[in-house]
């Protein structure tokens, strides 16, 4: 209610119409952290703001059962404050779009159903640990299958007894400038996901292509399938994964564990890739817990490190961590340990 309230004061101030803010909502999340980390040459501290985000999101009745529906999302930075800081306007998730009995339809930059699928194995979303620092890419943020794309259209059905499915088409992975790519609608990509949660367990499966943009001009395909598991209050995490660039194709698998007791928690995960090319592999391996002092405010800390093999240039970067740390040197491990503050609202 509150969040209504204050959108509503914005658009008065605005000179809106009160009636066309009738259902929206502004909302929010700040994740600030103190991290140390360790290249492998080299070691320092740093702080970073974490896929840190304010937002606004409502919808309309249509009548006939439909409504229009739409999202736009900021990236902000919240540990500066200068002109160019990194903050943006649309950088996340925005869109517009129908809903009904047919499920709903985004048009606009959105995240990828390949993406979408294994949220809920990511139990260290947003920190040093995050598993598609190893997951979902093929070392030094190449190959990237963790995306969340331009130029995009979404479809998601309607929830058919726990099973839910997911397809999105992307028409430019580029910008289309002379300068940068004059045929950028060659780079098109399509993403293809099923899941179904029942009881304790959640499962996912999911399938991406992004055509004219790995090695050599070739298509790039990847594809997973993983899961969840509760037993009380603890919460176990598998996947497999498989990602092809067009010339090579690499195996890998996580494992995740999750304990909560009271408004505490501890986390655990490892994570391994397979070499691509000869000896560049690398496996993650990330401890951490954290307590809440409320639904909307919380405390954590995360160790991570990334075992690299000798040509291998993993790190721990290329996902919503802000301020993450790469291998500066192929083969060199990578490590660090975060100590960070969340609210949302």
Do not use: C
Not at 93 to 102: R, S
Not at 121 to 145: E, I, P, R, S, W
Not at 217 to 240: H, P, R, S
Request: aromatic residues 12%.
């Amino acid at each position: 209610m509150q969040k209504k309230v204050l959108v509503f004061a914005v658009a008065a101030a605005m000179g809106l119409p009160a009636a066309a803010m009738a259902d929206t909502t502004l909302y929010g999340r700040l994740n600030v952290s103190m991290d140390y980390v360790d290249d492998g040459v080299d070691s320092s501290h740093q702080l970073a703001s974490n896929s840190s985000r304010l937002g606004v999101r409502g919808s309309e009745d249509l009548g006939m059962g439909l409504r229009g529906v739409f999202q736009i999302e900021a990236a902000l930075q919240g540990n500066e404050g200068r002109a160019f800081d990194g903050s943006n306007l649309t950088a996340r998730n925005t869109y517009v779009g129908l809903a009904g009995g047919f499920g709903e339809l985004r048009i606009g930059k959105h995240d990828t159903p390949y993406k979408l699928s294994t949220l809920r194995l990511n139990f260290f979303a947003d920190t040093l640990g995050d598993m598609h620092h190893v997951a979902a890419q093929t070392g030094n943020n190449a190959n990237n299958f963790y995306r969340r794309n331009d130029n995009t259209l979404i479809y998601m059905t309607p929830d058919f007894g726990g099973m839910q499915f997911m397809a999105s088409y992307t028409t430019d992975l580029v910008d289309d400038t002379p300068n940068n790519n004059p045929d950028a609608n060659d780079t098109n990509a399509f993403s293809l996901a099923g899941v179904f949660s029942q009881g304790p367990m959640y499962v996912a499966v999911a399938y991406e292509q992004n055509n004219n943009f790995g090695v050599g001009g070739e298509d790039q395909q990847a594809w997973k399938v993983g899961g969840t598991y509760q037993i009380a209050d603890l919460t176990l995490a598998a996947m497999y994964e498989n990602i092809d660039d067009g010339q090579d194709d690499r195996d890998a698998f996580h494992l995740g564990a999750r304990y909560s007791f009271g408004q505490a928690y501890l986390m655990a995960s490892y994570t391994f890739a397979d070499e691509l090319t000869t000896d560049n592999g690398a496996k993650m391996y990330a401890l951490g817990g954290g307590f809440n002092f409320s639904r909307r405010t919380g405390i954590y800390a995360v160790y991570a490190l990334a075992d690299n093999d000798d040509a291998g240039r993993y790190g721990l970067t290329g996902s919503g961590k802000g301020k993450g740390v790469g291998a500066v040197v192929a083969g060199e491990d990578v490590s660090g340990f975060q100590i960070g503050v969340t609210h949302n609202f």
